[in-house]
């Protein structure tokens, strides 16, 4: 009995846990839109990929039912943030948990090269863009944590603008993340370089 007791104790602690870091993350998420200020990146999006999406530049001339997403790994309560701003459900996002601790487990959204990004719409503009998630915002740069701890920066070699990327957003996507990186879970950085080598998934289990 006192076992159980002691395990009920623990799923209450986890389940305020979680509604507290829930609530902190929301608040990131409303700074980060809040901030008006925000650099012009000077890709060439809408010139170059005719889009304000990521299709792969051999993926231009698909349909767009037909474009793959690219991997993109929301961060933590990043989906339930998007949820709760535009009204899409659950189902849209690939689910992949993560273990903040053995007894605590954060399920992350991700858009995959399994299927077209459900948000790119008929015009090939995202469908989301006032609330896309921060992945997609902050391509074509690649944050990543090095074993040491520090956050280093690549870019994504599939994208025609990089040459046009302005420094002041790079500059401010770094200190955005900089901001982040105190609060992403190691699982979660863990996952998203494991994203970067994705080719791919099996279908899920469950018809979507
Ligand atoms: S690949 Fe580059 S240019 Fe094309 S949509 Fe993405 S960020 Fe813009
Ligand atoms: S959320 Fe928007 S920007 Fe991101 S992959 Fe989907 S359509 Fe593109």
Redesign the pocket.
Known sequence: MALSFNQKGKLVKNEDLLIKLKAEWFERFDDILANKTTALSNLKCLELCEA???PRVGMRPMAPEKIA??V?VLLPFEMEYIMAKTGVGREVFRLWPIDLTPSLRLEIGT?DLGKP?P??QDDRL????AH??LD?RTFPMLPSLNPAGSMEWTLGENCPSIAFLSPAFSDQMKHTWQGLEPHIPRAWWDLYAFADHWTGYPEPSHAD
């Open positions: 304000r999406c990521c997403s690219p993109v858009l990004c948000f790119l995202c469908g989301i863009h896309n998630p997609c």
